[in-house]
């Protein structure tokens, strides 16, 4: 799998390379979140909710099979692992202390729409709620704030 990735044309731009280590959904946080203690799947699933745990699961195995993160199987019932930077990993850790301090600076237009996007999510879901509860007397209509549709 990493030695397919390696031949595209993009990876011969440093860039390229680092974007393919990092370009992943959730890698950068899970690589903030191991640096910060968390290191076992449980732990990082509650850190990235909106992340499914399978696709957390895939993300982890690409940081493995790129050399970023180890994994260790601890030989105990229940089963017990957990992931640890590996030095190259270590050394992206610049690159997501600039990210983590960009977004710090700039991530306030960002946040504002994700809140008022999640705000609106969390409504739709509790008027579902009530129709199902409620049975199939009510219609609720959801009108599409760009279109107005």
Request: charged share 25%; with cysteine; net charge neutral.
């Amino acid at each position: 799998m990493y030695k397919h990735k390696l031949e595209r044309p993009l990876l011969y731009c440093g860039v390229g390379v680092t974007m393919e280590i990092l370009g992943g959904k959730w890698k950068s946080c899970l690589i903030h979140n191991i640096r910060s203690g968390l290191r076992r799947p449980s732990e990082l699933h509650r850190m990235n909710p909106m992340a499914t745990p399978r696709v957390l699961n895939q993300q982890l195995k690409e940081l493995e099979d790129h050399g970023i993160i180890r994994k260790v199987i601890y030989p105990v019932l229940p089963p017990k692992v957990e992931y640890f930077l590996t030095p190259q990993g270590e050394s992206m850790l610049p690159i997501i202390d600039a990210m983590q301090q960009w977004g710090d600076t700039h991530g306030g237009p960002f946040r504002k729409h994700e809140a008022s996007q999640h705000q609106g999510s969390e409504e739709l879901a509790g008027a579902l709620s009530e129709a199902a509860a409620d049975g199939p007397t009510k219609q609720f209509v959801v009108a599409d704030e760009h279109t107005g549709a």
